[in-house]
């Protein structure tokens, strides 16, 4: 058998009973009290899956319920080992890092991600990430390198799923923000073409004669466009930080694109040096703290030196704890010499975050609407920036 499977893989040839079938789920669903009203038994590798849900969801030796379930695995290391091995056996990946949140959360379990042995035999995942990178300061130097590993597998595996996406998509947005005005019939930008050759519509022959082509450019090696990358290190943006510093590392690794990176709380750190390795920059974030918005703003404000040609990107919930008016006004000073700013409220696949509304609306009046953005969405939004279209900004609803 192998990890994942369950009892309804089981003798998949044999017709199994409806009825029995649905008494089974409730009884797995309500915990087995006398008033769950199944009245069935559980055994083999079905009761084994029961007792890994209850001892996170149930309340040990007591009665207990679906409605009203409490925790029940203790703060034992070992205990919590096997646990871990157990749940990853009986159920899927999805499920696994699931239930290691809830254990996290509910049982207080952080602290035994200080241990080596701990860590190794977690299930990874952005969220796991987001936890070891909370801990880090903590983090005795046995356990380090262990964390650091774990770190660097969701990393590679982050990269794999995000970046061949990622520069296709950017290299074909420098491609069509190079316009050339002599193209090689290949490179003809048609729409553009049509559009400008419109007045020489000759209505007899029902065609445009097009005294002017338009085409795409080639994106030179030399940089064409500046990306900044302005990240809230607040403890609620852990996803976000973790998928932040993988697209930077992708971002950075193409050379039409000067990148920088820069985090902050109330403090602001300049990490762009360390964009070649995402590992590096997520250990040199430190999640948690106040927030001061606009003095990293300030702080990347200093730093562009072709503003026409420059993306800033702030990722934040926006519960600014600096200057509101100030904050305003140094993006509306960015966005007038030139700069497209974009303002994402998130940038995970956590669904909807928590937001500071008003700033959210001070910035849209400002033409920067924010919005969150998932993974998969950003290389799209990134592009749009670039090319100075409009934003696509997902439906709230």
């Excluded at 966005?335 to 700013?341: H, K, T, Y």
């Excluded at 669904?351 to 950003?378: K, M, N, Q, S, V």
Aim: glycine share 8%; net charge negative; charged share 25%.
């Amino acid at each position: 058998m192998t990890a994942g499977t369950t009892d309804l893989d089981l003798n998949a040839d044999v017709e199994p009973d409806p009825g029995r079938e649905r008494l089974r789920r409730w009884r797995l669903v309500l915990g087995g009290d006398a008033a769950d009203g199944t009245g069935y038994t559980l055994g083999g590798q079905d009761a084994a899956m029961d007792g890994a849900l209850a001892a996170l969801y149930g309340k040990g030796d007591g009665p207990r319920t679906g409605r009203d379930r409490s925790a029940g695995l203790g703060a034992s290391a070992p205990s919590v080992a096997r646990w871990l091995g157990d749940i990853r056996t009986y159920f899927p990946s999805s499920v696994v890092q699931v239930m290691q949140r809830d254990a996290i959360d509910r049982l207080g379990l952080s602290a035994l991600l200080l241990e080596p042995e701990m860590l190794e035999a977690v299930e990874a995942d952005v969220h796991l990430v987001g936890t070891l990178l909370s801990l880090n300061k903590a983090m005795p130097e046995t356990t380090k390198e262990t964390a650091r590993a774990v770190v660097r597998k969701v990393v590679e595996d982050l990269e794999k799923r995000l970046a061949t996406r990622t520069r296709a998509t950017l290299t074909g947005a420098l491609d069509r923000s190079a316009r050339i005005d002599r193209p090689r019939h290949h490179d003809i930008d048609w729409n553009r073409t049509i559009a400008a050759n419109l007045k020489h519509y000759l209505p007899e022959y029902r065609t445009i004669v097009p005294e002017r082509l338009i085409g795409y450019g080639r994106a030179s090696r030399s940089v064409k466009k500046e990306v900044v990358l302005c990240i809230d290190q607040s403890g609620s943006m852990a996803a976000s930080v973790v998928y932040a510093s993988v697209f930077g590392a992708v971002l950075a690794s193409m050379r039409s694109i000067d990148t920088r990176l820069v985090v902050f709380d109330t403090a602001v750190v300049d990490l762009t040096d360390q964009l070649d390795d995402p590992v590096d920059v997520l250990f040199g974030t430190q999640l948690g703290g106040g927030t001061d918005i606009n003095r990293a703003l300030a702080y990347c404000q200093s730093q562009i030196t072709r503003p026409a040609e420059t993306v800033v990107v702030l990722i934040s919930d926006l519960y600014e704890g600096g200057i509101r008016n100030e904050m305003l006004k140094r993006v509306a000073a960015m966005q007038a010499s030139g700069v497209r700013f974009v303002t994402l409220l998130a940038l995970s696949d956590e669904g909807a975050p928590a937001y500071d509304r008003e700033h959210a609306a001070a910035l849209a009046a400002l033409g920067a609407p924010a919005f969150a953005c998932t993974p998969d969405l950003f290389p799209e939004v990134m592009a749009a920036a670039i090319e100075k279209r409009p934003l696509p900004i997902p439906d709230a609803g």
